[in-house]
């Protein structure tokens, strides 16, 4: 696929995406009216600062999550959950960004690959220990 270095390309893409998002809260704060520090006083402007926080969130659990899978478990498999990821959180931000009852889709896939890499490597690392 990217040959190999396709787990630093997921983990930059991934990078990429939050840096983008975090590009969009910038411009939604102009658009808005909402002066730095405030993060609240317009609903448009809150999604759009949920969702790059929300990403953060979510960043801090998956990017170890997805090397320590990768390089445990299954090195092809880790590379397709996080391209994977990047994708939901996609979903995730459109959902959201268009009404925040629309964000479950994204959340609960990208929850659900956080928790396969998560579980896959921790079970695979207990099984080497043992």
Do not use: C
């Not at 002066?35 to 926080?53: C, I, K, L, M, S």
């Not at 997805?66 to 590379?79: A, D, E, P």
């Not at 925040?100 to 896939?109: D, I, L, Q, T, V």
Request: aromatic fraction near 10%; charged fraction near 15%; avoid cysteine.
């Amino acid at each position: 696929m990217f040959g190999g270095h396709a787990l630093e390309i997921v983990t930059l893409l991934a990078l990429l995406e939050y840096s983008i998002l975090g590009v969009m809260v910038g411009r939604a704060r102009q658009t808005y009216g909402v002066e730095a520090p405030a993060t609240t006083g317009n609903p448009d402007f809150e999604r759009y600062f949920r969702v790059h926080a929300n990403t953060l969130e979510a960043l801090i659990v998956f990017l170890p999550a997805l090397w320590i899978f990768s390089l445990s478990v299954n090195y092809h498999i880790g590379v397709v959950l996080g391209l994977l990821f990047v994708i939901a959180r996609i979903e995730y931000a459109r959902g959201y960004l268009s009404a925040a009852s629309k964000r479950s889709r994204g959340a609960m896939a990208s929850g659900v690959i956080t928790v396969v890499l998560v579980v896959g490597g921790l079970i695979a690392l207990t099984i080497k220990a043992l």
